[in-house]
């Protein structure tokens, strides 16, 4: 596991303790907007690891780059479903030295989205997410209390060649104050099969639980060094999906 780097690499003994230049929370509060993009073809091409949160609509994705970033409003967060209607990246690192790219995509699943609307999102989704050069890790969140929908699954699909290659990938379950302990824990276990090859954990932005795990979880992915299969992806942009069940 690769850490921060340290502000006075070779203290000597004597030398007062300095705090890390760099913490993963550091590092995620540089967070700022970098661009929006409502179809696949207006992203630009970027060379550092980007990281996609992805998932059903209201799962609570947007709340989470805002509050990793402790940035109150980077991400559009609402409780009206269907809020966030473009893939908008955030840029980290230094002004000048960005060296990681979150991603906040749509949700899917809300049914008061026109057909043709879920249709088009749902394309742009798979193709971004099978066909964008540069992305590091996926973060798949999930409100525990509905598991993952089918939807989630036809997602799990699509990226199941790319994980199996070395992206990385984490289901994030939010929302977890409203869970009780036991509750939580069972919510994890089925998690943690669901995830395959990566990783699950609880979240909750409320009581800012999971909050310096994940910090340190996109912290590594995005300095670890760069495995060729995640950066070159092999497969052809999917067809497209099905017709999407409507949300509850
Ligand atoms: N209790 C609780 N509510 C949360 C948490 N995270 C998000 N929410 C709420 O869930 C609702 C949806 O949050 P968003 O972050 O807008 O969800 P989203 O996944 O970005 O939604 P779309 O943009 O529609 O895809 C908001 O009312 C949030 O306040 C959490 O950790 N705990
Ligand atoms: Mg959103």
Redesign the pocket.
């Known amino acids: 596991m690769s850490t921060p780097p340290s502000a006075a690499p070779h203290p000597g003994p004597a030398a007062p303790l300095t705090p890390p230049a760099v913490t993963p929370m550091g590092w995620m509060h540089t967070a700022r907007f970098l661009t929006t993009a409502a179809q696949l073809h207006h992203l630009p091409a970027i060379e550092v690891p980007e990281i996609a949160f992805v998932?059903?609509?209201?799962?609570?994705?947007?709340?989470?780059i805002?509050?990793l970033t402790q940035q109150k409003q980077l991400?559009?967060?609402?409780?009206?479903?269907?809020?966030?209607q473009h893939i908008n990246l955030f840029a980290l690192g230094k002004q000048g030295l960005t060296d990681a790219v979150l991603a906040?995509l749509?949700?899917y699943g809300?049914a008061a989205v026109p057909k043709q609307d879920k249709i088009r999102w749902q394309r742009v989704m798979a193709n971004y997410l099978v066909t964008r050069q540069n992305l590091k890790g996926i973060v798949l969140?999930c409100d525990p209390r509905l598991g993952l929908t089918e939807l989630d699954e036809v997602l799990l699909d699509v990226i199941r060649p790319r994980v199996q290659e070395g992206l990385k990938f984490l289901i994030l379950l939010?929302?977890?104050?409203?869970l009780t302990r036991v509750e939580g824990a069972k919510a994890l276990s089925i998690a943690r099969l669901q995830a395959g090859g990566g990783e699950a954990k609880l979240?909750?932005?409320?009581?800012k639980q999971g909050l310096e795990e994940v910090a340190q979880l996109l912290w590594d992915w995005s300095h670890e060094a760069p495995s060729a299969a995640a950066a070159h992806p092999t497969a052809e942009p999917p067809t497209e999906p099905d017709e999407p069940h409507s949300a509850d």
């Open positions: 998932g059903r609509s209201n799962a609570g994705k947007s709340t989470c805002n509050t991400a559009f967060a609402s409780k009206k479903p269907g809020r966030t906040d749509p949700g809300y969140l939010t929302k977890s104050d409203k979240f909750s932005a409320l009581k």
